[in-house]
């Protein structure tokens, strides 16, 4: 396994000058840095291109997505006189395993963990057959195996043991995407962000993964290449990609609108895990939007607001619709047009006309929220948005045209509850329209009401 620790600098030498010079790699969640040094000649590193470091664990960590700077000297100008020559090189990307990660390799297979799903994840007997085996089967330690849109979506039990136990001291979820067509390690992560995505929406909440590993080869070839004693292991992957703090009270499962937790509720969590990677392409500025909000539940500002705003927006079912079909404009412009001419207006104000008149041919901010707000009561429920939610969300609109100039100050503690309530209000109404179309179960239909995003909004005082 790699034995890169996270925040502590690593004595290194660098593989691509041909020299061999020595320095420092330090990888974390708030930086990933190298610094390169000469005792001789000047030296510069190019960072357009990845740059391998051997480390003193014998790792390779290959850098990718850098920024380097000039490398700078130090002098000492009196007998006897030396030089030390020093560059650094910040990065985005560090890949770390028994190879260099070349900017040509592909992603054949990612696994990766995140963070506070065991509970979600928890599939009754299967986790207590674990319990009681020491060698438990592969029926029990894999949870799923599906196809979505060229990818294989897997998720398994991972476990640790101690000498004194039969059973597991620590169970977990493992997730892993396996590609038809491997990406690139700069366009791999915008399918383990979707996979992350759909945990979050389940819970409501921020979520990111972690021990990211990836692999040239598919399961299949993994294994077969452990079978002959052959595989080199994973490479793991780092960004500069910090914690959020999550809630313990945001963890509730019984938010969840799916869950694993038996036969019945795992069908319906793989069914929606499905539905949601094949939609994940026309999905993916929404979805952004969506976590970009989840991360915000702790501030009350102009930036939540304008982000909820821009999330229903982008949503493709939240579309404003038309109220006036082509042929009852066309029939208008030309009575609307006939009439100007009448009165002895120059034939140019026809376009000004139309214009006018295309404009207004959209449904009004109320007749769209009551015709969204519709939609989320028919799939969910009357009441899973307060009678006041129409209400709230065209007070949201009205908070947005104040916001969108500046920051906006509330004059009042009145005003700051009622702009915090609005926008609760559009984010609760943009979950459930996320959530609109996905093969929810009659059983997750009430949970999905029973979200921290709903919850939010319904609690908040006005």
Not at 104 to 118: A, L
Not at 192 to 213: E, H, M, T, W
Not at 299 to 304: D, P
Not at 397 to 414: L, T
Request: hydrophobic residues 40%.
């Amino acid at each position: 396994m790699p034995k890169i620790e996270s925040g502590k600098p690593l004595h290194c030498i660098e593989l691509v000058t041909g020299e061999n010079l020595t320095g420092t790699v330090l990888v974390s969640d708030e930086e990933i840095r190298a610094r390169i040094y000469s005792y001789a000649d000047f030296f510069h590193i190019k960072g357009e291109q990845p740059v391998f470091l051997q480390t003193e664990t014998n790792e390779i960590v290959s850098l990718h997505s850098n920024v380097t700077t000039i490398a700078g000297t130090s002098s000492r100008n009196i007998a006897p006189q030396r030089e030390t020559h020093r560059q650094e090189i910040l990065s985005n990307v560090a890949v770390v395993g028994h190879d260099p990660w070349r900017a040509e390799d592909r992603v054949k297979r990612v696994s990766f963990h995140v963070k506070h799903t065991n509970g979600l994840m928890r599939h009754d007997r299967k986790v207590k057959a674990i319990g009681r085996n020491r060698f438990p089967t592969e029926e029990h330690l894999i949870i799923f195996n599906d196809t979505a849109q060229g990818l294989t979506v897997r998720a398994w039990y991972s476990a640790t043991y101690g000498g004194e136990f039969e059973g597991p001291k620590e169970l977990w979820p493992t997730f892993e995407i396996e590609f038809e067509e491997p990406p690139s390690l700069r366009d791999y992560i915008e399918h383990v962000s979707d996979y992350v995505n759909f945990l979050s929406f389940c819970f409501g909440v921020q979520l990111k993964p972690s021990a990211i590993r990836i692999d040239r080869l598919s399961f299949a070839q993994m294994m077969e290449a452990a079978e002959q004693h052959e595989y080199p292991g994973e490479h793991e992957v780092h960004y500069i990609w910090p914690e959020a703090e999550v809630d313990n009270r945001d963890l509730w499962v019984g938010g969840s609108p799916v869950r694993c937790w038996d036969d019945k509720e795992l069908a319906s969590f793989r069914e929606c895990l499905v539905a949601w990677m094949n939609r994940a392409a026309a999905w993916r500025r929404p979805n952004a939007l969506m976590m970009a909000s989840f991360g915000l539940k702790n501030v009350v500002s102009s930036e939540r607001l304008l982000n909820a705003c821009r999330w229903l927006e982008d949503i493709p079912i939240a579309k404003a619709q038309p109220m006036l079909s082509g042929s009852d404009i066309d029939a208008i412009l030309a009575v609307a047009a006939a009439k100007a001419q009448e009165l002895g207006h120059d034939v140019a104000i026809g376009e000004r006309i139309a214009g006018a008149i295309r404009w207004i041919r959209a449904e009004t901010a109320e007749q769209q929220f009551k015709r969204l707000v519709g939609m989320v009561e028919a799939r969910f429920g009357k009441g899973v948005l307060p009678d006041e939610a129409v209400y709230h969300l065209k007070r949201a609109i009205s908070f947005r045209g104040k916001s969108a100039h500046g920051h906006f100050n509330p004059e009042s503690d009145a005003q700051f509850r009622a702009f915090s309530k609005s926008t609760r209000a559009m984010e609760a109404l943009c979950y459930l329209l996320t959530a609109l179309e996905l093969p929810i179960p009659e059983e997750g239909i009430p949970r999905a009401g029973s979200n921290p995003v709903l919850r939010d909004y319904r609690l908040a005082c006005d």
